[in-house]
Structure formats: structure tokens, C-alpha cells
């Protein structure tokens, strides 16, 4: 069923003909429900995009909490993407009233998978949580438009996000996106993704860029703006690991930096780039050093960065700045990093989700990024934060030194920032979880006037 849709849509994309896009929805036998919305809904939750990554892990409890939050009576059934297994033993403790549906929706000829058939029959609303860029194609700013790898024309993973849109579209679920990020849409492919997104009861990207340029080519469905992502609601903590941690790198609390890389391991950046990133990066962490006298700890994101943060950020140094830098040499899991971020003094992180954790629990970091990670950087200036935010492939070291100078030596200034841009997080979370609730019960009224 989904290799069907993937060509049919392909199809209507080379031909530009979108009168037949509602098609795509006939392939589905699901009955239309019409019914009140109950006062406990169930809510179909997808989620869970890797195991290999500390953000995108935090993502789907973060998701968790705020339902938890403002949607308490909800009944939760969360389709994981990937690591059912993984995800289920992670949250379990946290979340044990959570239910958890396997299957997929459908591949090469095959229906979808019963457990996920029912799941979307009790449905009173599917919610794509934050996390994956819908996107045909990548449009760097310094080269031509990638068709083929990472971000390239690749379909499956274009209508990978979309496709249970179609399938609550046809059974009357209100559905709806909190946090997605939009980077690029090659000519025609933008007429398949606006045809199904302009239907949704609520679409919300995860910062401003995405937003403007989801509206620039047609996307506007009738409740539409942006939410930050939902892992700045990640609230789980590894305190005991945290302490141990730091017991074995003699560690003390707000007297350490953090430093995180991303390498060319994770395919969107090349080594050439990669390397004038990691003299960057060892460029501030002598920087640091120079100023405070105090410590450095070099730490992964992803599974694929352990050994590459080791053999290119410490082992490099001069031996007079390498014992001050201690390398975690593990992956970890974003509960340990989370609390290890909160008892830094400052953090400074490539990675994206990384940088949101460590905002969350109050410490100031700055984010030199590579923009080809996408639109979602954007953050940093929509919560007044623009300052710290670096294109690393635009910048030197010495560029980046006085935002760094100013944490060492306003510490409470930061920090004082850091909480204005939470509590701005918060507020935006608060009102769209208050305007999906509103949304759910507004739309479950006609339909059952109509039935």
C-alpha cells in the first residue's frame, strides 16, 4: 500500500496534477468515523525517530510530558518509528500508562499492520511529534541543490511523515504536526505535501524559518504557526550517573564546559569542512582553558561521534591544554546528559538537540552549527537568542570568542537569558497545547451534528 501511494504521488508530482491528489486516500478501506470527541480522548502519537541519537530520543518523552501536562485524561498510543523495544524499556518507568502499537503503515503491496489498523479506529486525533524535516531534495546555501544522499530526491522518506495524514484524513481524525521542520521542496513536490498539510486541524513547524518558507510555497492550513520543539520539555534526569560521572573526571558543579561535535560521520558535512570545524572547536576549548583555568568535557550526541570527538578534539591539543579536557567515550542517554549539561557552567554544542536540553535545564551554550542540519538553528533567534547562534562554516574562532567571553565573565547575565527564552518556550508550548484541545473538541462537534 505504501509503495502504491509512493508511486502514484511521484507520478502527480512529474505531471503537476493536483485535482487527482485526493485519490491517494481511495487506496485506504478504513470506515469514516463521526463521533463526539469523549472527555478522555485517544491520541495516536508518532514518535521514537532513532536510537542512536540523545535528541532524537528525548523527543518522544518530551512530547509525553506535555500531553501529561495539559491533556491529562488523554489516552496515549505511541507509534514508535524505530526501537520499539528500546523506547518502550526507556520510557516505562516514566510513562507506564502509555501504550505502545507496533507495525508499520504498509509496504510493498502489504496492509498495514493490525495493531496499527485499530489504533487508528480508536483515534480521536493523530499527532506527529517534533523531529523530522519534510523534505524533496536540499537546497545548501553555498552549492546546488542535492538530489541524490542525505536530503536528496528521495521519496519514501518525503511521504514517510505524510502518509498517516492520508489515512486520518480519510477516517475523519483530526490530525496535526507540533514542532516539524519544512527545509526544501523541489518543484512540484510542494503540490503533494500542501495538498494533505492544507487539510490538517493544526500545523506548527519548529521555528520561524520553516514556517515563512512552508507558507511561501501554499501550505496554510486553516491553524498554522510554529512551537518549539517538544524535547525543551524533557524532563527526566540521571542525578546518580551525573554525580558518578563527575566523581571520575573530578568534575565540580558550573565549573566545566561542555563541548560537542558533530562530525562528518553523520554524512552532511564533508571531512574538508569537518576539519576546519574541529580547529575551530579546539580553537575555544584552549580558549576556555586560557581564561578560566578550569576543565573541559568533550561528549557525543550520536552513537557515530564517540570515537570521532576523542580523535578530533582532544588528541590533537597540545599537550599543556589536553589535560584539562576529558573525553566520555560512551553513549549516553539523554537523561545523563541532560543532568550533566545542567551542572556546567556553559555548554558549546554542533549538535541542535543537544543545545536545547542543555537550554532546558538553565545553562547558557552557544551553537555553532553547520545550516546544512536544516532550518531549525532558526530557534536561537525566535527566543532572542540570535547571538549565540554561529554558521560555523562562515566564522572563525575568533568570532565566536566574545560570545564565549561574555558567558565566563556575565555568568548570571546568561543564565538570566536563558531563562527568558524558557519561559517564552513555555508560554508558546502552553498556548498551542491549550489550541490543539480547543481544536479536537471544536471539530468533534460538527461531525457528530452530521452524522
Known amino acids: 500500500m505504501f509503495l502504491q501511494c509512493k508511486i502514484y504521488a511521484k507520478h502527480l508530482i512529474f505531471h503537476a496534477n493536483p485535482s487527482k491528489l485526493d485519490q491517494l486516500t481511495q487506496m485506504y478501506s478504513f470506515d469514516r468515523k463521526r463521533r463526539d470527541m469523549p ?4 491520541i495516536l502519537l508518532r514518535s521514537s525517530w532513532a536510537f542512536g541519537n540523545i535528541g532524537d530520543i528525548a523527543i518522544t518523552p518530551g512530547m509525553l ?3 501529561e501536562q ?3 485524561d488523554a489516552r496515549i498510543i505511541l507509534h514508535p518509528a524505530c526501537a520499539r523495544y528500546e523506547i518502550t524499556t526507556y520510557l516505562g518507568d516514566r510513562f507506564p500508562h502509555v501504550e505502545i502499537v507496533d507495525g508499520d503503515m504498509g509496504h510493498h503491496g502489504q496492509p498495514m499492520a493490525p495493531d496499527l489498523a485499530r489504533a487508528f479506529e480508536q483515534a480521536d486525533l493523530y499527532l506527529h511529534a517534533s523531529g523530522p524535516t519534510i523534505a524533496y531534495g536540499h537546497r545548501p546555501y553555498d552549492g546546488p541543490i542535492k538530489t541524490e544522499g542525505w536530503r536528496g530526491f528521495d521519496w519514501n522518506s518525503t511521504m514517510e511523515p505524510l502518509m498517516p495524514f492520508y489515512v ?13 521542520g519544512v527545509n526544501y521542496l523541489a518543484p512540484n513536490s510542494e503540490l503533494v505535501v500542501k495538498s494533505i498539510i492544507n487539510d490538517a486541524a493544526f500545523f506548527y513547524t519548529r521555528e520561524t524559518d520553516s514556517l515563512e518558507y512552508s507558507q511561501a510555497v501554499g501550505i496554510q492550513p486553516e491553524i498554522m504557526g510554529f512551537v518549539p520543539d517538544c524535547t525543551f520539555a524533557f524532563d527526566m534526569r540521571d542525578e546518580v550517573g551525573a554525580t558518578r560521572l563527575m566523581d571520575e573526571y573530578h568534575l565540580r558543579d558550573g565549573q566545566f564546559l561542555v563541548m560537542i561535535l558533530r562530525s562528518s560521520e553523520l554524512a552532511f558535512t564533508t571531512p574538508q569542512r569537518e576539519a576546519k570545524h574541529c580547529w575551530q572547536l579546539r580553537e575555544l576549548i584552549k580558549h576556555w582553558i586560557d581564561c578560566t583555568g578550569l576543565p573541559v568535557l568533550i561528549c557525543p550526541e550520536t552513537r557515530l561521534d564517540v570515537q570521532p570527538t576523542g580523535r578530533l578534539l582532544q588528541e590533537p591539543l597540545p599537550a599543556k591544554y589536553k589535560s584539562f579536557v ?6 549516553w542517554m539523554p537523561c545523563l546528559a541532560t543532568s550533566i549539561y545542567q551542572r556546567a557552567h556553559s555548554v558549546i554544542t554542533m549538535d541542535h538537540h543537544s543545545a536545547i536540553m542543555a537550554l532546558s535545564a538553565g545553562t547558557p551554550t552557544l551553537h555553532p552549527r553547520d545550516p ?3 532550518r531549525k538553528g532558526q530557534i536561537y533567534p525566535d527566543l532572542e537568542l540570535g547571538d549565540w547562534l554561529f554558521d560555523i562554516n562562515r566564522t572563525e574562532a575568533s568570532d565566536i570568542q566574545p560570545a564565549l567571553d561574555e558567558l565566563i565573565n556575565r555568568p548570571q547575565h546568561a543564565r538570566d537569558r536563558v531563562s527568558h527564552a524558557m519561559h517564552m518556550v513555555n508560554q508558546m508550548q502552553t498556548q498551542v497545547m491549550k489550541t490543539i484541545r480547543h481544536t479536537m473538541q471544536k471539530i468533534a462537534t460538527p461531525l457528530a451534528q452530521g452524522a
Open 70 to 72: 495539559h491533556m491529562p
Open 326 to 331: 576529558h573525553h566520555y567515550d560512551k553513549f
Open 65 to 67: 510530558k506535555l500531553l
Open 39 to 42: 472527555q478522555s480522548p485517544t
Open 168 to 180: 486520518a484524513r480519510d477516517m475523519n481524525i483530526p490530525f496535526g504536526a507540533f514542532g516539524l
Open 372 to 374: 546544512m542540519a536544516g
